[in-house]
C-alpha cells in the first residue's frame, strides 16, 4: 500500500503529522529516518520515514515503527518471487548472502540462498 493508504489503515490524522518537503531527496528521507523519530501510530521509534501526500493537506512525513511497517507493507512492483530472485542476484553481484524472511502473506518464513 502507498503512504495514504498505510496512514489511513493505521488511523494516522495526516493534520497531526510534521511537515516535508515535497519531493524529499532520499538524503532528507535517511537524515529523518536516522533521527528515529516517533512513529506517527504509536509513539515507538520508527524505523522508516515517507511522505504523505493528499489534496486536503501539505505533504507530511508518515513515520512508522517496525510493526506499524510491517502492518501496512508496500506494494511490491513486481511479484514476490522476483523481486526476492533480484535481491538474491543484486547480493551475490557484490559477495553477499541474502536472508530474506518473507511468505506471501508478509514476512513469516525464512529464505536463504
Ligand atoms: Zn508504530
Same mark, same amino acid.
Given at each position: 500500500?502507498?503512504?495514504?493508504? +498505510?496512514?489511513?489503515?493505521?488511523? #494516522? ?29 504509536? &509513539? ?5 520515514? &515517507? #511522505? ?41 553481484? #557484490?559477495?553477499?548472502? +541474502? #536472508? ?14
Amino acid at each position: 500500500m502507498n503512504h495514504e493508504e +498505510a496512514a489511513r489503515k493505521l488511523g #494516522v490524522d495526516p493534520a497531526s503529522l510534521t511537515p516535508a518537503p515535497a519531493a524529499p531527496r532520499f538524503t532528507e528521507t535517511w537524515a529523518r529516518m536516522q533521527q528515529e523519530p516517533p512513529c506517527s501510530a504509536c &509513539g515507538q521509534p520508527s524505523r522508516t520515514s &515517507g #511522505v504523505v501526500r493528499d489534496l486536503a493537506h501539505r505533504p507530511r512525513w508518515l513515520d512508522r515503527c517496525r510493526d506499524c511497517f510491517l502492518a501496512t507493507p508496500p506494494i511490491l512492483r513486481r511479484p514476490l518471487s522476483q523481486a526476492i530472485t533480484d535481491i538474491r542476484e543484486a547480493a551475490a553481484e #557484490v559477495g553477499l548472502r +541474502a #536472508v530474506l524472511h518473507t511468505d506471501e502473506d508478509g514476512w513469516q518464513d525464512e529464505l536463504s540462498g
